[in-house]
């Protein structure tokens, strides 16, 4: 990859390209929903299947000419299925919020009550926030974390659930870093006659690999995305019972979707062939062993983290006793060389704009091959910067910074 027709055709692209390329090379990025893919996945997605339209599914297509698209989808939905021991996947939806769509527009009607996790207790806007068509279209009633935990409160899910009698039941989470009991949500949902649907986004990766429990057994429903963990290209997919295939696959097209990305998806079949190996399985338990030291070093420098650790590949940290904003700590750590995001906290008093807290993980810092020692002088650099007030030490962690990323290079095979 050498971009040399862009930067003859469109230089202001090319030069945000080159831009982008340096910022990945140079910052430790600690943003838990994202992944730095890998060059087969690139290449993939950036192939000469984006010319293709393919509407319709392997061997029932509305245009001409996809016998090879027909290949690619194959590929990934019999990877997916492998992967994940799914009865039937659709592998076409462009995001994760539409996939959550298509199992909501399928199996829900306009005023139906969902019961989700609260966007501000760490689930996800299309799990029925206000903001969201999830919330305009659905009744939304919410469940949280515990206030002295920070744990699901499954007897609270339970009660809720007995009392509004949703048409269906939401877990997963983005910003919730302990082992979600589906089977106990399973039940709640069966004693209530609701869908059951899990959105394992963030944790698909770990799922994956036996790191966190399946939902497959247990839920009507799975979405996910294909990147985050699970290292693919930024895209969606559904999971479900072969009773729901029909129904599944007529809501994403023609429902809510014309042509799929056929070159979306050859990445996606490409990441999946990845992820069915051993070293991916290596370098998901890397990524918990790297959260798990991560938690452990920044408590020890007296950061809160929301229940106290992490068993996944995240943490929530709370910085009210540090005197700081999520917002003003996502500035001054970027400054620094170091991008997380701002985040809500469980019973936040801050507007999610500011937040009191920030949500880092180690997906991309495990991908850049950083182990435990690593961590822990990630967790000094952000406890020099948070404890100090930030300014004095910018130019002098960000020195560091970059000499940390000189010895765990990534992406050394695209040259500008």
């Excluded at 539409?98 to 009550?113: E, H, I, R, T, W």
């Excluded at 370098?283 to 106290?308: C, H, P, T, W």
């Amino acid at each position: 990859m050498n971009f040399e027709e862009i930067k003859k055709c469109d230089p202001e692209i090319y030069d945000a390209i080159i831009k982008e390329i340096e910022r990945e090379r140079k910052k430790i990025v600690l943003i838990a929903s994202e992944n730095y893919a890998s060059r087969a996945v690139l290449e993939a997605q950036g192939s000469i299947f984006t010319n293709k339209y393919a509407e319709g599914y392997p061997e029932r297509r509305y245009y001409g000419g996809c016998e090879f698209a027909d290949i690619v989808e194959s590929l990934a939905i019999k990877r997916a299925r492998e992967l994940f021991g799914a009865e039937h996947v659709n592998v076409q939806p462009h995001s994760g919020s539409q996939a959550n769509m298509a199992v909501y527009f399928s199996f829900l009607k306009p005023g139906d009550k969902i019961l989700g996790m609260s966007l501000s207790h760490g689930g996800h806007l299309s799990h029925g926030a206000a903001v969201n068509f999830s919330g305009i279209f659905y009744q939304t009633i919410s469940y949280g974390v515990d206030k002295k935990t920070g744990l699901i409160d499954y007897d609270n899910v339970r009660d809720l659930a007995k009392k509004n009698r949703p048409r269906m039941l939401l877990a997963g989470a983005s910003a919730y870093s302990r082992i979600i009991d589906f089977k106990t949500l399973s039940d709640i949902a069966d004693e209530v006659d609701a869908y059951f649907l899990v959105d394992i986004a963030h944790i698909a990766g770990l799922v994956a690999t036996g790191l966190h429990p399946s939902p497959v057994p247990y839920a009507d429903f799975v979405t996910t995305t294909t990147h985050k963990t699970l290292k693919g290209p930024r895209g969606g997919m559904i999971l479900c019972r072969s009773e729901y295939a029909k129904a599944i696959d007529r809501m994403i097209f023609p429902g809510i979707q014309g042509g799929p990305l056929v070159h979306v998806m050859a990445a996606k079949a490409v990441a999946f062939k990845e992820a069915l190996s051993e070293s991916f399985v290596d370098y998901q338990a890397q990524v918990v062993k790297n959260a798990r030291e991560l938690a452990r070093a920044l408590m020890s420098k007296g950061f809160k983290i929301i229940s106290d650790g992490t068993d996944t590949h995240l943490m929530l940290i709370d910085l009210a006793n540090k005197a700081i904003t999520g917002k003003d700590a996502e500035s001054v750590l970027d400054l620094a060389g170091i991008t997380v995001n701002k985040n809500s906290i469980p019973y936040d008093d801050k507007p999610p704009t500011v937040t009191s807290g920030i949500r880092i993980g180690t997906p991309v810092v495990t991908s850049r091959k950083m182990k435990e020692p690593e961590m822990a002088v990630i967790a000094g650099f952000i406890s020099q910067i948070i404890d100090n007030d930030g300014r004095p030490e910018i130019e002098r962690i960000k020195e560091k910074v970059e000499s940390l990323c000189k010895e765990y290079p990534v992406y050394e095979y695209i040259k500008p």
